[in-house]
């Protein structure tokens, strides 16, 4: 296993390798495309799903491909998320959003390279693997897990309720759906897609998932929080944004105290669900520590 920060490292040494040139007449939408991944970004989903496979016995170089596709999804959905016609920010990852600087309809665009790039990437990986039927099969079930955990069944269903809420009265199974949705299945998606890539049993699986929803579902109560009591020059993002558009946040159904009261069960839940795993999952423990006193 490596710590997070070696994963960071080479994830961002990588991380336009699968950016495709697409020409001349074309050169803009790179252009779009590479400064939203390389404005900067916390490069937590590719690391979980790097540190998944190394800690279940598989290889970084073969998960390396899925994890900077799980980057891509994260960043066409910050991207698109920026929008007018979504949140409408004008700040993303401390720099200006995609669209101020290449305008709306090269935002869109760079969204639709970064998830087709991610698309591509994993349905052309298992097809090395056409002499290896259990290997070909770990791969196809890592894809299949990807696409459809940032798709209509998972993070754009959570996008959608995000966007509806602003309508209705916020209850807590509508926050729930939404931080399980947007925020908590973009973060399972790398564990359980790591661990598949190197044939991980079932058991593992189940603890990993819980593990995974709950710094989740952890990750967007904090980043709720965040928006009420954050810093916005550590954050790089406009802040008091929930209140101002009547999204719902955790806070504002349950109350502030009772959000880092949750906050704080679901780290301890996340990581007594590796307790079975000792020290050896101590990478997965820190990290659940580290997210709960995040300041970005
Ligand atoms: C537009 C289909 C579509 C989906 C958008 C990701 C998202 C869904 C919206 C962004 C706004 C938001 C609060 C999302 C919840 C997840 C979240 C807190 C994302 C930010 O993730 P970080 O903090 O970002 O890991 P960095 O920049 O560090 O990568």
């Known amino acids: 296993m490596h710590s997070f920060n070696e994963y960071r490292e080479i994830i961002n040494a990588h991380l336009t390798d699968l950016i495709a040139d697409p020409g001349e007449e074309a050169s803009a939408l790179a252009e779009a495309m590479k400064y939203s991944l390389e404005v900067g970004g916390k490069r937590l989903r590719p690391a979980l799903l790097l540190a998944s496979c190394e800690f279940a016995g598989g290889s970084i170089e073969e998960a390396l491909p899925y994890a900077l596709a799980l980057e891509y999804i994260?960043?066409?959905?910050?991207?698109?998320?920026?929008?007018?016609?979504?949140?409408?920010?004008d700040l993303r990852r401390g720099k200006p959003t995609n669209h101020k600087v290449f305008g709306e309809a090269m935002a869109i665009l760079a969204g639709d390279g970064l998830l087709s790039t991610a698309a591509e990437t994993v349905t052309g990986c298992p097809l090395e693997y056409y002499d290896d039927p259990v290997k070909m099969k770990n791969h196809v079930r890592a894809a299949h897990e990807i696409m459809s955990r940032a798709g209509a069944r998972g993070m754009i269903a959570g996008q959608t309720a995000d966007i509806k809420g602003e309508s209705l009265e916020p209850t807590a199974e509508l926050i729930r759906f939404?931080?399980?949705?947007?925020?908590?299945?973009?973060?399972?998606?790398?564990?359980?897609?790591?661990?598949?890539?190197?044939?991980?049993?079932?058991?593992?699986?189940?603890k990993f998932t819980v593990y995974a929803i709950d710094i989740g579902v952890a990750f967007q109560i904090l980043d709720d929080i965040l928006d009420i009591e954050g810093d916005q020059a550590l954050l790089g993002k406009t802040l008091g944004k929930d209140a101002e558009q009547g999204k719902c946040n955790y806070a504002f159904v349950h109350g502030i105290e009772s959000a880092?009261?949750?906050?704080?069960?679901?780290?301890?839940?996340?990581?007594?669900?590796?307790?079975?795993?000792?020290?050896?999952?101590?990478?997965?423990?820190?990290?659940?520590?580290?997210?709960?006193i995040r300041k970005y």
């Open 260 to 292: 880092k009261a949750e906050l704080h069960r679901l780290t301890s839940e996340a990581k007594d669900a590796l307790a079975p795993y000792g020290n050896g999952a101590s990478f997965f423990t820190a990290l659940a520590d580290s997210l709960e």
């Open 74 to 89: 994260h960043t066409y959905s910050l991207i698109h998320d920026d929008l007018p016609a979504m949140d409408n920010d």
């Open 178 to 206: 939404i931080e399980l949705h947007k925020t908590a299945d973009l973060i399972t998606a790398p564990v359980r897609a790591g661990l598949m890539l190197a044939g991980a049993d079932d058991d593992m699986l189940e």
